[in-house]
């Protein structure tokens, strides 16, 4: 008998390899990416991009395990960790972040950037799946410059 779930908190779900999605994509269970999305995406929960996966876009999640390729920037309230088989061209904002041995990155980490990102994905959570996420700070508002 399958075990049947309450709340979004405890699904996961798999956007598949041959899926392409292009657009805002809004997330509030685990998810696991294994296509291609190009496009920003915004979580409220655990996020992985497998090692087929590809994101052109940035990120805004709580926790994110890079193991394929991201082509943006990635923002997390809780951590980042990008695998050895991850390739990052972006910058990391987060208050933890790990690049394991192998992983291909290139941009800034920020580790101080994630309070206030912590703040806006934890208020998130509270809200209904209709309000919208919390928005990416710009670049200058980041000190990109």
Do not use: C, W
Request: glycine letters at 10%; zero cysteines.
């Amino acid at each position: 008998m399958s075990k049947s779930f309450d709340t979004a908190a405890h699904m996961q779900s798999v956007f598949g390899p041959t899926l392409v999605f292009k657009g805002e994509m809004s997330v509030q269970e685990d998810m696991v990416i294994k296509g291609r999305v190009e496009g920003s995406v915004r979580h409220t929960a655990d996020l992985r991009i497998a090692p087929e996966g590809l994101v052109k876009g940035d990120i805004v999640a709580k926790f994110v395990t890079v193991e394929g390729r991201i082509e943006g920037d990635l923002h997390a309230s809780g951590s980042v960790v990008i695998r050895e088989t991850a390739t990052v061209i972006g910058n990391v904002y987060a208050p933890r972040v790990s690049v394991i041995d192998g992983a291909h990155f290139k941009g800034i980490i920020d580790m101080d950037a994630g309070e206030e990102l912590a703040r806006d994905v934890n208020s998130s959570k509270a809200k209904t799946s209709s309000s919208p996420a919390p928005s990416l700070p710009s670049k200058a508002a980041v000190g990109a410059n």
